[in-house]
């Protein structure tokens, strides 16, 4: 099974920057798409961002701009980098992925498009 572990998350005033990664492992296809959410307290998982087989993406519109998602294959490694935070993305972070050939869905992530699903981690953002 694909296994997902993210790092990264911290605390940032406003304005601020951060970079989380998600490191994979146990690929069985060579193919996948990958995905960034986030969850804060008493809401509902976002997605926010998200990573296709032909190296496409897509955002929720709250992000746009200011995130970018990346995936390096080399490395096995997806990331997350978050410029302009603003108070309202203080979330739990979560990685996720799903194995096979996807192409771009034209809007944003949702949780049961994907299957494999890392631990979390803390975004704080505040002053």
């Known amino acids: 099974a694909v296994q997902l572990e993210e790092s990264g998350g911290g605390s940032v005033q406003p304005g601020g920057s951060l970079r989380l990664s998600c490191a994979a492992s146990?690929?069985?296809?060579?193919?996948?798409?990958m995905g960034w959410f986030r969850q804060a307290p008493g809401k509902e998982r976002e997605g926010v961002a998200a990573?296709?087989?032909?190296?496409?993406?897509t955002y929720a519109d709250s992000v746009k701009g200011r995130f970018t998602i990346s995936e390096d294959n080399a490395k096995n490694t997806l990331y997350l980098q978050m410029d302009n935070l603003k108070p309202d993305d203080a979330a739990v972070y979560y990685c996720?992925?799903?194995?096979?050939?996807?192409?771009?869905?034209?809007?944003?992530?949702?949780?049961?498009?994907?299957?494999?699903w890392g631990q979390g981690t803390q975004v704080t953002v505040s002053s």
């Open positions: 996720a992925a799903r194995e096979g050939y996807t192409s771009n869905w034209g809007r944003a992530p949702r949780a049961n498009d994907f299957v494999y």
């Open positions: 990573i296709f087989s032909d190296g496409s993406t």
């Open positions: 146990g690929w069985f296809y060579s193919s996948h798409c």
